[in-house]
């Protein structure tokens, strides 16, 4: 139905394109006393069309209507139809699925209750005052049709993580541990849960007998996990043609040096890690971009939309959280290049500062370029050595004052989270993969001591 | 909508079911760089199914209505092979009916809604990024096998704006039940962005500081976490135990309540059905309720206080309208160091109350401030509260003054 009705207004309009996208999830989470199995199933679609300039866009999850929907979303590209404007768009028909060996859906839930039962069982400890733990199966298939092209994506998404709260004596601390990957359950069964555990309470247990750190402006060594954050919310943002285009980033135009010449970043969707696939959601292929070369900007992340206001070839970065949504520029996977320094290189050379690891969340003001980040865990460095355990630390700063100084190590690793993006409302799942770096002029905030 | 409901509990005779569907329907346009970027209308449905039987439960959602025998033998399911609950849940057996709609927002279509921007920005001298107008229909349904029936709608009307010039930025937000004239609004966010320009620094110290609406919210998402019961009854706050006890500065009361005048979400039952209550969670600065839903109710041996933000979970609590008690007299800014909004929330340990969040929009002594790190432990900056302002500022579901704290840690 959706393509025949896409044929008819196809006619009468510059471009329109239609995404139906579903989301089937099956959730078995235990938090506190309470086992919570949950399954649920999102299906909707979204027509956008362009009509002499004017966009208009409208979705429903009734699929009943279909006809009502592309009527509406072309009575509203016309409010705003005022001049008419050349639109390129790409003509692919394929489809796609990411391979999976065991069906996490054919796996009984049984089965992946006692997986978290193991995992509680294994956080028995008088300290941890609550555990949560979620084991999320997605089946997340993606199709975008235009009157060229029909490209359809089916991925599967499997996901375990964990929260723990410890408390001795008057302080309470809280980790996070988590594993995600695209592909089925073997993802699941290859984990070790005595170490992924493990990796929780040696750090919760870390965090309990660590201190807060002293405000100051410093200088830090992240590591890869860090990094991937650092980069993905000081740069990668700022690098989105949509923020360029409405001039709320700090960067608006390329070739430019931003930053040391250590640094080498990609945005890359077919890198396979979590923010992996093969087209974008309005079907352009996707492929690497390098956003900064040697320290250069060279390039910015496209959806259609913005490649042709600026004239330049889509990058397969238009996105949405689901059919509910207009496509926007959105990373996919955040690839820092090595560098030619050792991680410990990077820690000898400090003489006081800080070796941060893991994150708590990140933000980031594009046009000031102030940035603040949470570690997950701190140490101290003194004269190139690590030292003691901090907890509760944030990292601020500006982008530009930070970027120059940077020093890049060799040593890139994906991280696996269940990284999400926000932006606009929309959460995309991304990814990364970088090494450790040494960075200047940062503010390591918590509270003061 | 309502047939399908009453099918729901006709189909589920042996377990105790508990089904709602809310309906969404928005209008909604863009502007970017003072120009209509796009056109956005949308239409959504969702149906929430929580399955009981004594202390055993299984949820499921789904988009397709037609799907809802589908959705309600994936819950049986769910629930069959379940771990028992450690109590007994409770259920509601409040019936109600109330519509929170304004009629102006039924008659804002698209094109008034383009031309109510077009017009607002009309006098701007600063870059305009985005500025959104949205209006928004939301109709609640909610039947359980008590036999309860009840059905509430609302509207709301809503614009986001971000400013920028020369490498300084402001972003606010507008939300109301009722159509409203934005111009003030427009025009104190483009004064804020001006105002910011040629920002200084100011030194690593202990300040007096002014946070206003957005920042004193921000700081409220890291309190409050604490006075939800499913936190306490989880060890997963610092309020445990501590009911009647001086918890922040007298000069705070906050109150919860299903009502507020012109808030975006009035209401009369929580997502499980139960009664909305008007209660304080802080008088005077003393903790005097948690705030419950149907589960966490039942383990505390408390009411529920119509707090559940949704049946897919056992248990999620949220606020449904808050109000901060004004105080006296106005606080005079130009005196304090001054802040509008501070991001990074959720870079804080919510247990622990430490946080480092950086602040955008700052002022001292009237004169704008950049890089600045506002960093501390919530409960202890909430016991020097020293003066809340006699004005509040009410937006979306939130009635908040200016607020004033002592001793700041400040890092810049």
């Not at chain 1, 044929?7 to 995404?19: G, L, M, N, P, S």
């Not at chain 1, 999320?136 to 709260?165: A, D």
């Not at chain 1, 004052?401 to 929309?426: M, S, W, Y």
């Not at chain 2, 299984?58 to 033998?73: A, H, I, P, Q, R």
Request: glycine share 6%; charged share 25%; with cysteine.
């Amino acid at each position: 139905m959706i393509e025949k009705v896409l044929k008819e207004y196809a006619q009468k309009t510059d471009f329109i394109d239609v995404r139906v996208i579903e989301i089937k999830k099956e959730v078995i989470s235990f938090e506190g006393t309470q086992f919570n199995n949950i399954f649920s199933d999102k299906k909707s679609f979204g027509v956008r069309i362009l009509l002499n300039g004017g966009w208009g866009f409208a979705y429903s999850c009734d699929f009943n209507n279909v006809r009502e929907v592309f009527d509406k979303a072309y009575r509203i590209a016309k409010l705003n139809a005022n001049k008419k404007i050349k639109f390129n768009a790409p003509s692919f028909f394929d489809k796609k699925k990411y391979p999976i060996k065991l069906n996490p859906f054919e796996i009984p839930i049984e089965e992946k209750i006692e997986k978290v039962n193991t995992i509680l069982k294994l956080l028995d400890a008088d300290h941890i005052k609550n555990k949560a733990v979620l084991l999320n199966c997605s089946n997340i298939k993606r199709q975008v049709i235009n009157p060229c092209l029909n490209v359809s994506q089916e991925f599967i998404l499997t996901s375990l993580k964990l929260n723990i709260t410890a408390r001795q004596g008057d302080i309470i601390q809280s980790t996070y541990e988590g594993y995600s990957s695209l592909g089925g359950y073997e993802n699941i069964e290859r984990i070790n849960l005595n170490e992924f555990t493990k990796k929780a309470l040696d750090r919760i247990n870390r965090l309990l007998r660590a201190r807060p750190p002293k405000p100051t402006k410093t200088t830090v060594v992240c590591n890869p996990q860090m990094t991937g954050l650092f980069f993905h919310e000081a740069v990668g943002h700022a690098c989105e043609a949509d923020s360029v285009l409405n001039k709320s980033s700090l960067f608006s135009k390329t070739g430019i040096k931003v930053g040391s010449e250590e640094i080498t970043l990609l945005d890359d969707p077919t890198f396979d890690e979590n923010g992996f696939y093969w087209y974008d959601d309005e079907g352009a292929r996707a492929k690497p971009t390098t956003l900064i070369e040697n320290g250069v900007l060279k390039g910015f992340m496209h959806s259609l939309r913005t490649s042709n206001e600026m004239n330049v070839s889509p990058t397969g970065n238009g996105r949405c959280m689901d059919a509910s949504y207009f496509p926007i520029p959105r990373m996919s996977n955040t690839v820092l290049k090595p560098g030619k320094w050792s991680e410990e290189d990077l820690i000898s050379e400090v003489k006081e500062g800080y070796y941060v690891k893991g994150f708590k969340g990140g933000v980031v003001d594009t046009t000031t370029g102030q940035f603040s980040f949470g570690a997950s865990e701190c140490f101290e460095i003194k004269n190139g050595e690590i030292g003691e355990n901090l907890r509760d630390v944030t990292l601020t700063g500006n982008i530009l004052n930070c970027l120059k100084t940077i020093k890049v190590a060799n040593n890139p690793q994906k991280t696996h989270l269940p990284g999400r993006c926000g932006k606009d409302g929309q959460l995309v799942r991304v990814g990364d993969c970088c090494p450790s770096i040494l960075v200047k002029e940062v503010i390591v905030g918590g509270r003061h001591s | 909508m309502e047939d399908i409901l009453e099918k729901i509990v006709s189909y589920c005779k042996d377990y105790f079911v508990e089904a709602s569907i809310s309906e969404v329907i928005s209008d909604n346009v863009i502007f970017e760089n003072k120009h209509v970027k796009n056109f956005n209308s949308g239409h959504e449905v969702k149906l929430n199914v929580r399955i009981t039987n004594g202390k055993k439960s299984g949820y499921s959602f789904t988009t397709n209505l037609n799907n809802w025998k589908e959705c309600v033998d994936r819950a049986v399911k769910l629930m069959k092979i379940s771990k028992e609950l450690k109590v007994k849940p409770v259920f509601s057996s409040f019936h109600g009916s109330k519509s929170f709609i304004d009629s102006s927002i039924h008659s804002l279509s698209l094109d008034k809604l383009m031309l109510k921007g077009k017009e607002a920005l009309s006098q701007s001298d600063v870059n305009i990024p985005s500025f959104e107008l949205t209006k928004e229909i939301s109709k609640e349904y909610f039947v359980n096998s008590n036999l309860i029936k009840s059905f509430q709608e609302r509207s709301e009307f809503s614009v986001i704006m971000q400013c920028s010039k020369e490498n300084v930025s402001s972003w606010d937000y507008f939300s109301s039940s009722g159509d409203a004239d934005i111009s003030n609004f427009v025009s104190n966010t483009i004064s804020l962005c001006k105002k910011s320009l040629n920002p200084e620094k100011i030194s690593t110290g202990i300040y007096n500081v002014v946070f206003d609406f957005h920042a004193f919210k921000t700081l409220l998402s890291l309190f409050l976490p604490n006075t939800f019961a499913n936190n306490i009854i989880n060890h997963n706050s610092k309020f445990e135990g501590m009911k009647g006890e001086l918890v922040s500065s007298e000069n705070l009361t906050i109150i919860d309540c299903g009502i507020l005048e012109r808030g975006t979400n009035n209401c009369i039952f929580d997502s499980e059905g139960f009664n909305v209550i008007k209660k304080p969670i802080i008088s005077k600065g003393v903790l005097s309720n948690y705030l419950n839903d149907a589960y966490t109710s039942a383990v505390l041996s408390e009411k529920p206080t119509g707090n559940s933000e949704t049946l897919l979970f056992r248990s999620s609590i949220g606020i449904n309208n808050l109000i901060v008690r004004p105080g006296d007299d106005k606080i005079d800014t130009s005196e304090y160091l001054y802040v509008y909004d501070l991001m990074g929330s959720h870079t804080a340990n919510i247990v622990s109350g430490d946080f480092a969040l950086s602040a955008l929009n700052v002022f001292y002594k009237g004169r704008p401030i950049k890089d600045v790190v506002i960093s501390g432990n919530i409960f202890d900056i909430f016991k020097k509260i020293v003066m809340v302002d006699k004005h509040p500022r009410t937006t979306s579901s939130f009635s908040i003054p200016k607020v004033l704290i002592r001793d700041v840690q400040v890092i810049s």
